[in-house]
């Protein structure tokens, strides 16, 4: 069973740029969802998605966007970075059957870190 | 963001101790997870619990869903070297399918 994996693993990016962060998702999962860690606290949720379209989102804006592609994998875009944006960006996935969710299985995450 | 009322902050602890962590929230959860996050990886699955009250053990890791369904506890009994990382406590509203709400977490440290 392949677990779910994340690349980069850490990146540096200027205020204004913009980033992609890769996940591939633990086989025979379908569904897949981004958080965002800041340093010493829990994750935040920033979307989910399934059938690749997002079916659920939390408080972050627009400039936050994503894909999933039809092998389930997907990408997490972020435009026009703040400094505020440095994080672990964490990617999990999950199986989303009978109209639930099972427990999410997290990636390594990428570091992202904005000067 | 909301997140959940997780403590303590941290934990120093000698080799052999029992651990008890709990959570809680202002509003109903019907799921409750724990999770254990070390440096460098991301969560992972501890335990899950789906029903006020339901206890569930994992080892030397027992976890418990209040009758509330506002609150969960961890232990940890004989605590070993490797439980050291941070433990995370993450809840699901009963209006959400997907949207998990996370503790701030507990950092378990073992004192040599």
């Known amino acids: 069973e392949t677990g779910v994996t994340q690349s980069p693993t850490h990146l540096i990016k200027t205020r204004g740029q913009q980033v992609t962060l890769r996940c591939s998702s633990q086989s025979g999962h379908n569904t897949v969802s981004w958080y965002q860690q800041a340093l010493g606290q829990g994750p935040q949720f920033i979307f989910q998605y399934y059938r690749e379209e997002e079916n659920g989102r939390g408080n972050f804006p627009p400039r936050f966007s994503g894909l999933q592609f039809p092998n389930y994998s997907s990408e997490l875009n972020v435009n026009a970075l703040e400094l505020d944006d440095s994080a672990l960006y964490l990617c999990?996935?999950?199986?989303?059957?009978?109209?639930?969710?099972?427990?999410?299985?997290f990636g390594n995450g990428t570091r992202l870190t904005v000067t | 963001g909301q997140q959940l009322n997780q403590s303590p902050q941290s934990m120093f602890i000698q080799e052999g101790e029992d651990v008890s962590m709990n959570c809680t929230s202002s509003s109903i959860f019907n799921t409750w997870l724990w999770y254990k996050q070390e440096p460098g990886e991301g969560p992972v699955l501890l335990i899950a619990?789906?029903?006020a009250g339901e206890l569930t053990s994992n080892g030397r890791l027992t976890a418990q869903f209040g009758i509330t369904r506002k609150d969960s506890f961890l232990n940890i009994s004989a605590s070993i070297p490797s439980d050291v990382g941070i433990y995370f406590c993450a809840g699901k509203h009963m209006d959400s399918n997907y949207q998990l709400i996370w503790g701030a977490g507990t950092k378990l440290i073992i004192k040599p």
């Open positions: 999990a996935s999950s199986s989303f059957r009978g109209g639930s969710n099972s427990p999410l299985h």
């Open positions: 619990l789906y029903k």
